[in-house]
């Protein structure tokens, strides 16, 4: 999608592009998960392209510190994608349900303690990743996190 369509991005679309990643302190072996209220699930950091935006990987970084407020990410161990899901999202008073092919990434931060949420409903929980595990009950969520897993192992 993100090469064979003009816009990937647009969320007037039923299936669209979203980015996002899973923030790691590599140190603790701990990843940060924010609050969606939307989803009711505890999830990685992301969203949608803003206009003119195209790069997932700058979306990703861009998303990630608009919503905890670290301003060292950085890719990591690389600039890797390493997952790629579709997503359903259920609708609300202002659109209705469509899904997203969301590109994942991992962001690594060295300031775990400067994490603010951007908002009061999105709070953000620094946990292990068995901690994290416990939290989400989303299948994708739980891959991501063992892929997570054995980048941290290496």
């Known amino acids: 999608m993100v090469d064979r369509e003009a816009d990937p991005w647009l969320r007037t679309t039923p ?11 590599p140190e603790s072996k701990r990843v940060l998960l924010r609050w969606h209220q939307r989803q009711q699930a505890w999830l990685q950091v ?28 950085t890719p990591w161990p690389d600039a890797s994608l390493v997952q790629l899901v579709i997503v359903q999202v259920p ?43 416990e939290a989400t009950a989303e299948a994708n969520v739980e891959e991501m996190l063992s892929r997570v897993e054995r980048l941290l192992v290496t």
């Not at 299936?15 to 302190?25: D, E, G, K, N, P």
């Not at 969203?47 to 970084?61: F, S």
């Not at 060295?110 to 999105?122: G, I, L, N, Y």
């Open 15 to 25: 299936l669209h592009c979203t980015a996002s990643a899973m923030i790691v302190h």
């Open 46 to 73: 992301g969203g949608h392209g803003d206009p003119g935006e195209h790069d997932p990987l700058q979306i990703a970084l861009r998303e990630g510190r608009e919503e905890t407020g670290l301003t060292d990410l």
């Open 91 to 133: 609708a609300n008073e202002y659109e209705p349900a469509h899904e997203h092919a969301d590109l994942r990434f991992v962001l690594a931060t060295s300031a775990p303690d400067d994490a603010r949420p951007e908002k009061p409903d999105a709070p953000l929980r620094w946990l292990s990743l068995a901690e994290a595990r």
